[in-house]
Antibody
Framework: QITLKESGPTLVKPTQTLTLTCTYS??????????VGWIRQPPGKALEWLAL???????RYSPSLRSRLTITKDTSKNQVVLRMTNMDPVDTATYSC????????????WGQGILVTVSS | QSALTQPPSTSGSPGQSVTISCTGT?????????VSWYQQHPGKAPKLIIY???KRPSGVPDRFSGSKSGNTASLTVSGLQAEDEADYYC???????????FGGGTKLTVL
């Protein structure tokens, strides 16, 4: 079965860079049509898509956050890494990674998420 | 402010049907048949319940159905059950430069 799990710091200071890792199993990110995305959700608020990486290494970013985001993959480790620079308290949220299908443009399997708090 | 507009809340009694709307633009919902809906219970990860506007993943009850007309998509939950009480989010593909836009979410209360 497909599983994903996020890991990384739960507390970062303003202006710091956040690095989150998504470790997945049950699928290959080298297989055609497969992608992994990152989505965040501030406490009590809505979902917001951040970034997506495809099996081909094609990358997509939220237009509003593009300048701060970098997504990479390491298929040998079954991991996808998201970096977000210049963190601010408004970036406090639960960050989740999810499996995506190129053919349907959705997120069909999600990780449990990791709550990241930005505070000095 | 979310890209897609949903009503903040809705409610219904057990056995009734409710419909949640999701309004976008001609750049997202109106231009692509890639609308998906997610159900999220408190403290849990979102769960995909509708994709491709009308399709249900394996294991999702047929009480959940989706549709689209113009720039507005809809999720209908028929035969409401207590376990349907949750937050529901719509999402749409918005082109190669903006993979996914989400709605603000709708809290469904089963009375």
């Amino acid at each position: 079965q497909i599983t994903l799990k996020e890991s990384g710091p739960t507390l970062v200071k303003p202006t710091q860079t956040l690095t989150l890792t998504c470790t997945y199993s049950g699928f290959s990110l080298s297989a055609s049509g497969v992608g992994v995305g990152w989505i965040r959700q501030p406490p009590g608020k809505a979902l917001e898509w951040l970034a997506l990486i495809y099996w081909s290494d094609d990358k997509r970013y939220s237009p509003s956050l593009r300048s701060r985001l970098t997504i990479t993959k390491d298929t040998s480790k079954n991991q996808v890494v998201l970096r977000m620079t210049n963190m601010d308290p408004v970036d406090t949220a639960t960050y989740s990674c999810a499996h995506s299908r190129y053919s349907t443009k959705d997120f069909d399997y999600w990780g449990q998420g990791i709550l990241v708090t930005v505070s000095s | 402010q979310s890209a897609l507009t949903q009503p903040p809340s809705t409610s219904g009694s057990p056995g009734q049907s409710v419909t949640i709307s999701c309004t976008g633009t001609s750049s997202d919902i109106g231009n692509y048949n890639y609308v998906s809906w997610y159900q999220q219970h408190p403290g849990k990860a979102p769960k995909l319940i509708i994709y491709g506007v009308t399709k249900r993943p394996s294991g999702v009850p047929d009480r959940f159905s989706g549709s689209k007309s113009g720039n507005t998509a809809s999720l209908t939950v028929s035969g409401l059950q207590a376990e349907d009480e949750a937050d529901y989010y719509c999402s749409s593909y918005a082109g190669s430069d903006n993979f996914a836009v989400f709605g603000g979410g709708t809290k469904l209360t089963v009375l």
